[in-house]
């Protein structure tokens, strides 16, 4: 772990950065490209094996995800000449390179998925009270 003035001298460096940092940031730190690069990681998949697995997601919301994922280099689309044709996305190097800050992450929210719930009901009774 680092210590605190390490932590703020990233955070100072960061800063300076932050025209350098948001736009990519902006790609990956969205609703889906978690969720979907997590579900790609492991092996690739149709489109429609993504969207069952994304319970919520809807056909443009994944469409259009899956369209800016490949123009970013995070995965590739593949088509495959079956009866109907078929189209397989996988993660790229790139996207996969995500896999250990992703997994850490995702680690977080479920280590710490019942104190944040917490908090948010303490902070709802507070405001109504």
Known sequence: ??????????????????????????KIADKWTIMILTVLCPEPARFNEIKRRLDGITHKSLADAL????????????????????VVYAITPLGHSLR???????????????AFAEAALAYDRARAA
């Open 100 to 114: 250990a800050p992703f997994e850490a992450l995702c680690s977080w929210a479920l280590a710490h998925e019942r």
């Open 1 to 26: 772990m680092a210590s605190d003035t390490e932590l703020a001298a990233l955070s100072c460096q960061a800063m300076m950065d932050v025209p350098r940092i948001r736009p990519v940031l902006d």
């Open 67 to 86: 369209k800016r994922l490949e123009r970013h280099g995070l995965i590739t689309r593949s088509v495959i000449p079956t009866a109907p044709i078929g």
